[in-house]
């Protein structure tokens, strides 16, 4: 058996030959060390004092997570986390690896965001202490469907051995509790008077809706207004504003409150909690403004109907100049036909229409009678040409996954240029 000192230290080497080659490090060393020593990850993480904590679920993975990793910390607590992206079990192996000493995590918890499938992969071999599921939307259909991906969440609850954190509002999460078997449940969820910000996929679809229990819930978002909100938590309502929009970014803060409540407990300090989430930056790429020739321009992720319509109600703002870059790789989901389903009548007209689906974007566009100024499928052209035009006017992208990485990337570089 080879002691997790070698281990580390090999899967160290590789991850500096990987990035001083220009890769990105975060897949090769976890197979190298998956290959050394199967259960390393099983082992490593077996040794933190307060165990393992999973966030899963289609929409808002990598924002909650990092909510939810600074509301630990700012509690006292040292936290590992998986970055941004890197929500398979091999990420999460190559980002322990580098960040050991001496063959050790030096952490008290583990907070990490899974992806749906991988998540139950982990849970086999590393049952989590606590989870949190946080919905269950069409999204990459063809990889599986939502009854699948439900199921896949279900099976990640029932491995979790002390708490499960639900979203009461999306019937097959809040259904989850029905399979668990003496877990301690709370829910996050949000006022009835907000339900026209958070269309369910039953809505978009025109499918009959599925009910929702009357559940009560430890944290619930009872008003939305751009980056503010008030959080009800034990019956006192409490007012926050937030470093970033969107309806769906605000309703994941409720649930990292309700997760780190779960955790720390439900007597710790939440002025201090609410604290911690106002000081929390946008996830890479999500919802981020980086100025540009002196003008903000945000990024803002799309990735299904309901993601975009979220965005486009509670995101979109009407001075901005618009910039829509959609492609169909297998990170974004073959199917795009969901764009659909989005109701762009708040678009008066579009600058930009880029990436490798842009024909099918102008397409759903037209159909809802908005203007599209300029077609280019180059990324690289489509944004040199966007940012040239209008340039006293803050500026706004909705682009999927792959386009918004390579986007970030191309951005960057003009904002040191500005």
């Not at 890769?23 to 393992?52: C, I, N, T, Y």
């Not at 910390?73 to 079990?89: D, E, H, I, M």
């Not at 970033?244 to 720390?264: D, E, F, K, P, V």
């Not at 945000?298 to 979109?316: H, M, T």
């Amino acid at each position: 058996m080879k002691s997790s000192f070698f281990v580390s230290t090999v899967g160290k080497v590789v991850a500096k030959i990987s990035r001083l080659k220009g890769g990105h490090g975060s897949a090769l060393p976890g197979l190298v060390v998956e290959k050394l020593s199967p259960h390393f990850l099983r082992d490593v993480l077996a040794k933190l004092p307060r165990g393992v904590v999973v966030i899963s679920g289609t929409n808002g993975k990598t924002t909650t997570t990092k909510m939810v990793v600074e509301l630990l910390r700012a509690s006292g607590l040292k936290v590992f986390t998986n970055p941004s992206g890197s929500n398979f079990t091999r990420g999460v192996v190559s980002s322990a690896v580098v960040q050991m000493k001496r063959g050790k995590l030096d952490a008290d918890i583990a907070v990490l965001e899974l992806d749906e499938a991988h998540a139950v992969h982990f849970v086999r071999e590393v049952k989590p202490k606590y989870c949190l599921l946080l919905n269950v939307l069409r999204d990459q259909t063809d990889r599986f469907d939502v009854d699948e991906a439900a199921k896949l969440l279900e099976t990640v609850a029932k491995k979790t051995t002390t708490g499960v954190v639900l979203n009461r509002d999306n019937p097959r999460i809040a259904k989850v509790a029905e399979a668990l078997d003496g877990q301690e449940v709370s829910y996050f969820g949000h006022a009835p008077s907000l339900v026209r910000d958070f269309p369910s996929d039953e809505k978009l679809s025109m499918k009959k809706k599925t009910s929702v229990k009357d559940q009560s819930v430890d944290v619930e978002l009872t008003k939305l207004s751009g980056s503010n909100a008030t959080y009800k938590i034990d019956n006192k309502g409490y007012s926050v504003k937030l470093q970033m929009n969107g309806s769906h970014n605000i309703l994941n803060g409720a649930a990292a409150l309700t997760l780190a409540r779960m955790i720390l407990g439900k007597k710790s300090e939440t002025t201090k909690l609410i604290a911690a989430l106002e000081k929390v930056p946008p996830a890479f790429g999500r919802g981020e403004a980086i100025e540009i020739n002196g003008q903000p321009l945000e990024l803002i992720l799309v990735k299904n109907p309901s993601g975009f319509r979220f965005a486009l109600a509670s995101q979109f703002k009407k001075s901005a100049a618009n910039m829509i870059a959609i492609n169909n790789t297998y990170a974004d989901g073959r199917d795009i036909s969901w764009l659909k389903e989005v109701d762009f009548g708040k678009l008066s007209n579009v600058a930009v229409v880029s990436g490798s689906c842009a024909a099918d974007v102008v397409e759903v566009l037209k159909n809802d009678k908005v203007a599209v100024e300029l077609v280019e499928p180059d990324l690289r052209l489509a944004l040199s040409k966007f940012l040239n035009s209008e340039k006293s006017r803050p500026k706004q992208i909705f682009c999927n996954y792959s386009t918004m990485l390579t986007l970030r990337k191309m951005l960057e570089r003009e904002a040191q240029k500005s």
